[in-house]
Nanobody
């Protein structure tokens, strides 16, 4: 079974940028829509962005215009470019298939902290 591994998180001041990466231990091409999720303490994982194999994207309202999701199936990799970061973006970010396609083994996530 494919295991996901996220990286690229860290501390950044409001207005800053980060680029997250997520690599699968095997092929992700079979998953139509891959997504990035965000989880904060005491809350469930929420989908913040998704990308299809054709490159079509969807975003949560809170990140539209600031985040860009992309995927490279040849490298089994998913990316999330995050710009104009806000304190509300703080959380642990995970990747997996979107919604009902979340069938891969979840990674440990990567922590993003936005504060001054």
């Amino acid at each position: 079974q494919v295991q996901m591994m996220e990286s690229g998180g860290g501390w950044v001041q409001p207005g800053g940028s980060l680029r997250l990466s997520c690599v699968g231990s095997g092929s992700i091409a079979g998953t139509l829509i891959m997504g990035w999720y965000r989880q904060t303490p005491g809350n469930q994982r929420d989908l913040v962005a998704g990308v299809s194999n054709s490159g079509a994207t969807i975003y949560a309202e809170s990140v539209k215009g600031r985040f860009t999701i992309s995927r490279d199936n040849a490298k089994n990799t998913l990316y999330l470019q995050m710009n104009s970061l806000q304190s509300e973006d703080t959380g642990v970010y995970y990747c997996n298939g979107a919604g009902s396609e979340a069938n891969y083994i979840w990674g440990k996530g990567t922590l993003v902290t936005v504060s001054s």
